[in-house]
């Protein structure tokens, strides 16, 4: 067991973990972060996703003992005084969840996608999110909620 | 009742967003493997690897010590069995059926089936101590391809004798609904056009997003169970069916589950498994597959062999259909497993006016994953060879694809429409949803710029791909299933619950998991009893709170479940008009319902319907003779199915030189009724677009020769991403049904049905001047480079490379 010390969505935590012990795992069943959710075994899906010191990761693909003295931020984590956070909004507002069971993952890689690339073309989008699976929306009205949160960030 | 003025004139037709969509979106959604309950166990599966193996024995002992393991089991453990997979859908009565058993002790039939459990404090410690399960398998000859499996020479199931299941044959001659298709095809082979074709209909996954899982509480009087299911009311009854346990003493909820497309709609060795644990235990306890299982263990579908025979005059004039299916059902036969193939019988001959046609469907049991119903169900099957045909008929008669379909299906002027397959399409309007998809598409620009690529000998070539498509939805009429032997009905129910703050809950038999149900029967609530749109609760898939229904498949749930909704709601305005009269203290029949409210003719009297509703509450002052309640439920059985039709239009770009292949544009005209939520309906277009252009392209389940599963993850069963695909156009005409209150025909699968083909044909028919008149799905790179290297190498038009042998 190793001691490690990582703020998640603003709170710290300090917690004895398995070396081997994934980021996402520590996320679901130690913190009870359950809204960050494991979609795949081979690191494709990016149902995962969260933010490690603002940046995009995919939580299955990282060790919780990497998290040590860093921040993670996840789908729970990006709203603030009760407001959701403007790609929340845009899914939202552009219909692009269906079941959802992608939305948590791939609203925090579009959120990394418009850091990066704050005016994207919709090829820039589509190439931003390709590490994300989604199912059931055929991703033009995930294109579209990206574009649309994009323009309304200007 | 400002509400009420704020709220749109009518909320049926408006782009409402979703309800549902604030706690997916915020990471507060309730998938079942977010579950946790005190004491809770976690199980992990010991599956085959092999894909037919005799077990001589199972070391558990070294797994039961392993670290905070609690229990190992083997079927022997539970001689009082798991229950059973249920077959409901016997096509034939000798219909030659493995039983199949939750978990096995003598012999596995497929990869992936379950022999052990492992019972441990945590999921991790469950899953290490799986692979300290020592099972001695003796291998034995698997027979995996439909083909093969014809022949009889290795048996999935030595004791069955045979690996053929059944033979189902519809025939118009004998049916009286048609002529006979021999004559058609004799007649056209001595004078007129015959085609003849075999397609391959390759396997897929379903691959829900959200990994099955199940938690099972054994703690209370009534046992709990949670499971990512689209059928939580038809598990239950399968659970009480086939374990013996009472049906009362059984809860079955399916809280939010993420997707389903037919691969949840199913009875799992999973959930019987997780059930026993629990019961045996006395704990809770939760067993979530990985994406691995998932894809192994989850059914699959599709997976046909198809031949063809069209029959036509010179003119291109339809006069004959013959089908003959192979379907390769997996090692046991699943719940519709059967069945699925057999829809397919309804809808080979699709919007064309057949004069004579011929269904044959033979299954036949393999050693792979079990097949089951897929986004469709026997419907794109049957869509995709249908579609090929008609372009291989415009190209043999030498004009364009659409035109040839324009000469054969039924104008808008001849509904109702009884088919050759005896199916009677109550509306449609095929001429005005392709004129408007012609117009979306730039179709005669497109013709124009592909001549130009093809007089310029452009290595990209351009090609158009049509497909007009027709489905049945809204499984389904229950006489009809009891017709084919289906093990249940086909109606719906709905109950609703005015509470006396004037809030409304709904209760509805369907089991949404993404189709966005609750907004949608809210939005039909609103108008129809005239009360605010955010009021309405709908309330699902809980069978201790929606205590009937069949659930969610088949584009069944706004048809059928809606429709007991709207039924349920006429019943409260009849039973409110009475008590409205009273407190009015004017006749019934003076009253005037609108907008929410009871009017008396001519005055400016009036009640709400939410007022009545505190007044039933209260009852301080009621009629005499009339209980006091305007509660209503309704279970609405419809007496067809509904046809939605559209014209799909595809342009492809295919490089000649490398095989690869672009989309370029995609446009879909839709007639499915009258729309609720348009919203909603885009979404479940694109969804079902893209998955049916993933068949075209790219998806392919394949097992070695020894019955593995190859594409086994996702790095291997390529789902597209973002990256792969496009932004479509999609819109909609509208003849709307007459077998529902509403005219509404069902949407979920339509985008699925009519793609496939519309991909294959645009590549098709941009090659076709290359000889090339088929290739094999998925149309990788290699094999469209392969079909245009074989063309090249034997004469144009007389390809086979790359299609079917
Ligand atoms: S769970 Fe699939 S990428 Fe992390
Ligand atoms: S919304 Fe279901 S997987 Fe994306």
Redo the contacts between chains.
């Keep these: 067991m190793t001691r490690i010390n990582v703020t998640v969505d603003g709170v710290k935590y300090s917690d004895e973990v398995e070396p081997r012990t994934l980021l996402v795992h520590y996320l679901r069943e130690t913190l009870g972060k359950v809204g960050t959710v494991v979609g795949c075994d081979t690191s494709n899906c990016g149902a995962c996703t969260v933010h490690l010191d603002g940046r995009s990761v995919k939580s299955c693909n990282v060790l919780a003992v990497q998290a040590d003295g860093h921040e993670v931020t996840t789908i729970e984590g990006i709203g603030s005084g009760g407001e959701l956070h403007p790609m929340q909004k845009a899914f939202h507002e552009n219909h692009a969840l269906q079941c959802g069971f992608c939305t948590p993952g791939m609203i925090m890689q579009a959120i990394d996608l418009l850091k990066d690339n704050p005016d994207p073309s919709e090829h820039e989008i589509r190439e931003g999110l390709e590490g994300n699976l989604c199912r059931c929306t055929g991703y033009h009205n995930i294109v579209k909620a990206v574009a649309a949160a994009a323009k309304a960030g200007e | 009742m400002t509400a009420v003025e704020d709220r749109p004139a009518t909320e049926i037709g408006t782009r409402r967003?979703?309800k549902?969509?604030?706690?997916?979106?915020?990471?507060?959604?309730r998938?079942t493997?977010?579950i946790?309950l005190p004491g809770m166990v976690h199980l992990a599966m010991v599956r085959s690897p092999h894909a037919h193996a005799t077990i001589t024995g199972i070391d558990t002992s070294a797994a039961a010590q392993a670290a905070n393991v609690i229990a190992v089991y083997t079927a022997a453990d539970f001689p009082e069995g798991l229950g059973v997979c249920a077959n409901a859908w016997p096509i034939t009565p000798e219909q030659v059926t493995p039983d199949h058993l939750p978990m096995v002790g003598d012999r596995v039939a497929c990869a992936g089936e379950i022999v052990a459990v492992v019972v441990a404090r945590?999921a991790?410690e469950a899953q290490d101590a799986a692979e300290l399960v020592d099972v001695d398998f003796e291998e034995l000859p698997a027979v995996l391809d439909a083909m093969e499996a014809m022949k009889d020479e290795v048996l999935a199931h030595p004791s069955k004798g045979t690996n053929k299941s059944a033979f189902w044959q519809l025939d118009s001659a004998a049916a009286g609904t048609g002529g006979n298709v021999e004559e058609a095809i004799a007649a056209a082979r001595a004078d007129g056009i015959l085609i003849e074709r075999s397609y391959r209909q390759q396997r897929l996954i379903p691959?829900?997003?959200?990994?099955r899982s199940t938690v099972v509480d054994p703690t209370g009087e009534q046992v709990t169970m949670w499971t990512s299911t689209q059928i939580p009311h038809i598990l239950r009854f399968l659970i009480a069916a086939t374990t013996g346990m009472s049906e009362s003493k059984i809860r079955v909820i399916a809280p939010?589950?993420?997707?389903g497309?037919g691969g949840k709609l199913q009875t799992t060795p999973e959930e019987f498994i997780t059930l026993a644990v629990a019961r045996r235990l006395g704990k809770p306890a939760k067993y979530t597959e990985?994406?691995?299982e998932s894809l192994l263990s989850g059914h699959h579908g599709r997976d046909q062999y198809q031949k063809l025979t069209l029959a036509a005059t010179k003119d291109g004039t339809v006069t004959g259909l013959k089908v003959e299916l192979v379907a390769n059902l997996g090692a046991y036969i699943a719940i519709v497993g059967g069945g699925v193939p057999v829809l397919g019988a309804w809808m080979f001959n699709a919007i064309y006016k057949f004069p004579a046609y011929q269904f044959n469907c033979q299954t036949v049991l393999t050693n792979t994953t079990w097949v089951d119903a897929y986004r469709g169900a026997g419907r794109p099957e049957a869509t995709y060879a249908i579609e090929r045909l008609m372009d291989e008929l415009a190209a043999e008669v030498g004009v364009d694809p659409l035109t040839i379909r324009e000469k054969n299906w039924i104008r808008h002027d001849e509904f109702p429409f009884t088919s050759v397959a005896g199916m009677t399409y109550d509306s449609g309007n095929y001429e005005a949803a392709t004129a408007r998809a012609k117009e979306l598409f730039g179709y005669d620009e497109l013709r124009a710029e592909q001549a130009r690529r093809r007089a310029s000998g452009d290595p990209v070539q351009l090609g158009i791909g049509v497909s007009t498509f027709t489905e049945m939805c809204g499984l389904a009429p229950s006489r009809v299933l009891g017709s084919l032997s289906y093990g249940a009905g086909g109606w719906e129910h709905a109950s609703i619950r005015m509470l006396p703050t004037g809030k409304v809950e709904v209760v509805t038999g369907t089991s949404p998991?993404?189709?966005?149900h609750e907004t949608a029967w809210s939005q039909i609530v609103a108008d129809r009893l005239g009360v605010p749109f955010e009021d309405v609760e709908v309330l699902h898939g809980d069978t201790q709170i929606a205590y009937k229904g069949l659930d969610t498949y088949g584009s069944r749930s706004l048809v059928v479940g809606a429709e007991a909704v709207v039924r349920a709601a006429d019943k409260i305005i009849d039973k409110a008009k009475v008590f409205a009269a009273h407190l009015l203290e004017a006749s019934a029949d003076d009253l005037e319902w609108g907008a929410g409210r009871f009017h008396v003719k001519g005055t400016d009297k009036g009640v709400g319907i939410t007022e009545v509703a505190l007044a039933t509450f209260a009852s301080h002052n009621y009629p005499e003779g009339v209980e006091p309640g305007i509660d209503a439920d309704a279970t609405f059985d419809p007496d067809t199915f509904s046809f939605p039709h559209g014209t799909h239009l595809c342009a492809m770009e295919v490089d000649t030189e490398t095989g690869q292949s672009r989309m370029r544009s995609y446009v879909c005209v839709d007639d499915i009724g009258h729309i609720i939520n348009p919203?909603?309906v885009?979404?479940?277009v694109?969804?079902?677009?893209?998955?049916g252009i993933a068949q075209a392209l790219w998806e392919d389940a394949i097992f070695d020769d020894n019955g593995t599963l190859v594409t086994g993850?996702?790095?291997d069963y390529t789902?597209p991403?973002?990256?792969d695909?496009i932004?479509?156009v999609t819109e909609n005409t509208t003849s709307p049904s007459t077998t529902n209150t509403l005219g509404t025909k069902g949407v979920g699968e339509a985008?699925t049905i009519a793609s496939t083909p519309a991909v294959v044909n645009a590549i098709v028919d941009a090659l076709r001047p290359h000889g090339v008149h088929d290739i094999q799905m998925p149309c990788t790179p290699q094999r469209v480079w392969r079909a245009l290297q074989s063309a090249r190498s034997t004469h144009p038009g007389s390809t086979d490379e790359g299609s079917l042998q």
């Design positions: 967003l979703r549902e969509d604030q706690r997916l979106i915020t990471g507060r959604t998938w493997d977010n946790t945590s991790a691959a829900f997003m959200e990994p939010d589950v993420g997707g497309f990985t994406r691995s998991h993404g189709q966005g919203l909603i885009e979404g479940q694109h969804g079902g677009l893209v998955q993850s996702f790095v789902l991403s973002a990256a695909t932004s479509f985008g």
